[in-house]
């Protein structure tokens, strides 16, 4: 196995960036700065002092003198991003040679790589200048944006890598990183930061995230949190720091250690009422969401299983509370196919249904966290298995409405073999159909736009009339 990479050989010429088709969005990364920033190489055809230089930075194309520009040819371009959903590099250099990081398990995995990536080469339709145009401008930021904070995730090399053991204090209680619930507050703090909150069980802890031109920094605004392994003990301020959280923003935006703004150069049109759907709320309290432990049924969340259980799935799991991967989560094996759907609910603020903004934000930044797991589906799993171990051993009721614990960790063993597709499901009745307002259709086609682009992933909306 090894990296992707093959030397073209065409009767087009290949000019570096004429192979960065299909781009969205840029990928963040959490390694280190350069990892986030883009990065070319230029040749300098006059200088024989300084005939090879590498640029990297958050736009490297920015700032560049002309003068210095009309004697220099790019050597190669790297940037990542996504496609179909998933998670893709491309390396281009001027001698014709194409790379990637995606690992080639096996020479048929290499072969049909090369085989798509020639059809692109070879693909007249394709306008390099509309694609290298239609780029994201990642942005250095030292203060945090006026946009609206819509949720806060785990770095990702935390998700699929947690250390060894690692627990996190809160309250006098080791709570496994599974079990605790980020979230963000959906304002910036006095001090111009954004907050997050740490949340386990009956305890909670704040943290401030300082965004300066020293990069991204966490603070804690009161009682500290501890992130402890069998060998090691952290106060959370230094551990956050190293592991600084993404924050999802309105208008499309992501921001990513240490400081660095994704946002794709383009608007969006609002949703169209047309794809919401309105559904009966009779018989519900709309201000309650969830239905506890004692499964009451007259809740925003009961009517959402109630409208699943409709449908046959092989797994239909209760998995609300702190940490949760969705409110409910449905999975059923078609063929050669995983059918995935995450609903996540809200209560109507007051019982009542209108056209305020604030309750869509924290249901809009669950819905893009939750994409993530489309591209890593056995984690999820896993997190959903020791989710039920744990409230097994503190006597709480299965999550399971439909299957059982051996049903999911067999599902474990053949999800590889698999091709995932997810639907996300918004359940909020305080949404009214006809009378949402610009805003919310703003902030739903947003979310829309995101999960199709990073995960492929569908958004039903379920509303009031």
Known sequence: SGRCSSTCRTHRSLTAGSIFFGMVRILPTQKDAASNLGRFSVLDIYSRARRFSMYVGADVTDGFPAAEEATKVQ?????????????????????????????????????????????????????????????IRPLILDAWPDSVPLGAEW????LLSPPASLKIRIGGADVPLSEVELSVAPELSDEGCVRITLAAEEHAVDYDIVLDSDGMRARAVSTEAAFSTSRTSVPGSEFLTRH?????????????????LYRPNRDIDPLDRSEMTPISWSGVDLNKESRGDLKVPGTVQGRSLELLQTQDWDLLIDDDGKG???????LRVEDDTLRVVLVHCKFAHGGTVGARLSDLYELCGQAQKSSAWRRHPENMIRKLLARERRRVSQGRPSGFETGAATDLLRLLGNVPSLHVIMEIVLAQPGLSQSRASAPQLELLAATKTYVRETSSAQLRILTSD
Request: with cysteine.
């Open 324 to 330: 949760e991967i969705a409110d409910l989560v449905a």
């Open 75 to 135: 050597t190669n371009l790297f940037a990542a991003g996504f496609r179909d959903g998933e998670r893709i590099t491309v390396g281009v250099s001027l001698k014709g040679r194409v790379w990637s990081y995606l690992i080639a398990r096996t020479l048929l995995d290499w072969v049909e790589w090369c085989q798509a990536l020639g059809k692109r080469l070879l693909d007249e339709s394709i306008d390099v200048v509309a694609v290298k145009r239609n780029f």
């Open 244 to 260: 600084c959280p993404i924050v999802l923003l309105g208008g499309d935006g992501v921001v990513s250690p240490p400081g660095v």
């Open 155 to 158: 770095p990702t090399e935390l």
